[in-house]
């Protein structure tokens, strides 16, 4: 999905928020009259729905009494929406596909990965290390190689770039994923971007810092500009994803960010040897 189109999402979200609200309707009435699962509309209400249907905008507009104007703005909008995303041709879940789409429209992004390198700054042979010890009996998903690619170039090479912090940790950068050659690589890499990159920040938290509050953490933060997306975290687990939007909650994963930034270095000070 492109910039643009995410963007035209969340208009759509907002709007469906204000007509329920307005019309009175909880989540489950609007369902049931719908006949529409809880999960959709929360997905659609949440900007986190891989395909925004123009029919669908009609049964809200109908079940909310929107006017004329209103529903032919709701139904305009969608139509602009329903374009192939970027990564239409792999099989994306759902809460991941609203992982990406955030990624390709945040303003800033804080980035804290400290047991493994985050997947948008991996090598190749890094992340094919990573899918053959994650599915040794078929050497990864099939189209995995291909998807971290395209994400990466779908990142790096679009018209504007965000600001980005990436911190991580020593283990991460010692730890032998598919051996010295690699590892050593995977660090130049990181370095390169850093030294490429203004608006990239790359820091690592050293041994020799002690305990850190993000430590053993994987997540990230979100921040759009113009206030039509609030500020968002993202917590990856075996049992899935989560979005936190709360602000408190949010706060909560920044303080332990920054907190953890205090003692971190820059990556071009750290040597593997």
């Known amino acids: 999905m492109s910039t643009k189109a995410f963007l035209t999402n969340i208009q759509i979200a907002r709007l469906l928020v204000q007509y329920r609200q307005r019309s009175r309707y909880t989540h489950k009435r609007a369902a049931d009259q719908l006949k529409m699962s809880i999960t959709k509309i929360r997905d659609l209400e949440h900007a986190r729905s891989p395909q925004v249907r123009w029919t669908d905008m009609l049964g809200f507009a109908r079940l909310y009494g929107l006017s004329p104007e209103e ?51 991996q090598t190749e042979d890094y992340n094919a290390a990573i899918r053959d010890d994650n599915a040794p009996d078929r050497k990864g998903p099939a189209g995995a190689a291909g998807f971290r690619r395209d994400r ?13 912090v990436y911190m991580t940790s020593e ?5 032998q994923i598919d051996g ?11 370095k390169q971007l850093d030294r490429d990159y203004s608006l990239f920040k790359f820091l690592v938290v050293p041994f020799g810092a002690g305990a850190f509050r993000c430590a053993g953490s994987a997540f990230e933060i979100f921040e759009f500009e113009g206030g ?13 994803a989560r979005y936190f939007e709360v602000a408190e909650t949010v706060a909560s994963f920044q303080n332990a960010f920054d907190e953890s930034v205090k003692k971190a270095i820059p990556i071009k000070d750290f040597q593997l040897l």
Not at 78 to 94: Q, R, W
Not at 157 to 162: A, G, I, S
Not at 228 to 240: I, R
Request: glycine letters at 2%; one cysteine or more.
């Open 171 to 175: 283990a991460a950068l010692r730890r």
């Open 71 to 121: 529903t032919e703005n709701l139904v305009r909008l969608a139509e602009s929406s329903e374009t192939p995303d970027l990564f239409h041709s792999f099989k994306i879940p759902s809460v991941f596909f609203t992982f990406l789409q955030m990624e390709l429209t945040a303003s800033k992004i804080l980035i804290c990965e400290s047991e493994l390198i985050t997947g948008l700054f």
């Open 180 to 190: 010295p050659e690699v590892m050593a690589a995977q660090l130049e890499h990181l």
């Open 228 to 240: 039509e997306f609030p500020k968002t975290a993202y917590l990856e687990s075996f049992e899935g």
């Open 152 to 164: 990466q170039i779908s990142f790096m090479e679009r018209d504007w770039l965000p600001e980005v």
